[in-house]
């Protein structure tokens, strides 16, 4: 079983809908959570950092950490065709090694 | 602005020819970060360095090596090449802590 699972799509939504991305964990350790958006051929691109359970909004987007059931989720608000890439999930503990673990990303195609 | 500046974007080896990939930060952060992404998939981490403490994970390829020579700039050297290594590469810093996580937009390499 992978660490951190995610489903890879693509979703492809069309202009204006809302948005829904998933990731569930298996290592109560992990403590840190972000998403990161990824145009195609770019280096991912922090869009929210939590690291507490419950809902944490940035504008158009909603992360939401469910520790109890190791499941996290970014909801995209009015999305925009701009919005079209690569969502990358992101977990880190709070001791040892740092580094992130990622999802496999979720590609998401909004339509005009 | 404060950043993560990897070159060259694009490099093209041959198979078995040797080749350098740059990083270099203006965040003055301890921590660096070589991660593998291979097509469609999640970010890998090949090696970190604390400082100049050097931190290879278990299953990077002895072909893959790293040099840090100072805070700011950092190396991955790939001794040769084979075609599985097409991919793009990410560095990536942040603080002791795993804090201010930063990605540079990556270098993709295509081997032939």
């Known amino acids: 079983q992978k660490e951190v699972e995610q489903d890879p799509g693509p979703l492809s939504v069309p202009e204006g809908a809302i948005v829904s991305l998933n990731c569930t964990y298996s290592?109560?350790?992990?403590?840190?959570f972000m998403w990161y958006r990824q145009y195609s051929r770019k280096g991912p691109e922090l869009l929210m950092y939590t690291y507490s359970s419950g809902n944490k909004e940035d504008g158009r987007f909603t992360a939401q950490v469910d520790k109890s059931s190791k499941y996290i989720s970014l909801f995209i608000r009015d999305s925009q065709p701009s919005d079209s890439a690569t969502y990358l999930c992101?977990?880190?503990?709070?001791?040892?090694?740092?580094?992130?673990?990622f999802g496999s990303g979720t590609r998401l195609q909004v339509q005009p | 602005d404060a950043m993560v500046i990897q070159n060259p974007r694009y490099q093209v080896t041959q198979f078995g020819k040797p080749v350098t990939l740059s990083c270099s930060q203006t965040?003055?952060?301890?921590?660096m970060y070589w991660y593998q992404q291979k097509s469609s998939q999640a970010p890998k981490l090949l090696f970190h360095?604390?400082?100049?403490?050097?931190?290879n994970e278990a299953d990077t390829p002895d072909n893959f090596q790293s040099r840090r020579p100072n805070t700011s700039f950092c190396f991955l050297d790939i001794r040769s090449p084979g075609l599985g290594d097409t991919a793009m590469y990410l560095c990536?810093?942040?603080?002791?802590?795993?804090?201010?996580?930063?990605f540079g937009s990556g270098t993709r390499l295509t081997v032939v």
């Open positions: 360095y604390y400082d100049k403490d050097f931190n």
């Open positions: 965040l003055n952060h301890n921590v």
């Open positions: 290592n109560s350790a992990f403590q840190y």
């Open positions: 990536a810093t942040s603080g002791y802590q795993g804090d201010g996580y930063t």
């Open positions: 992101a977990i880190q503990t709070n001791t040892g090694r740092r580094a992130l673990t």
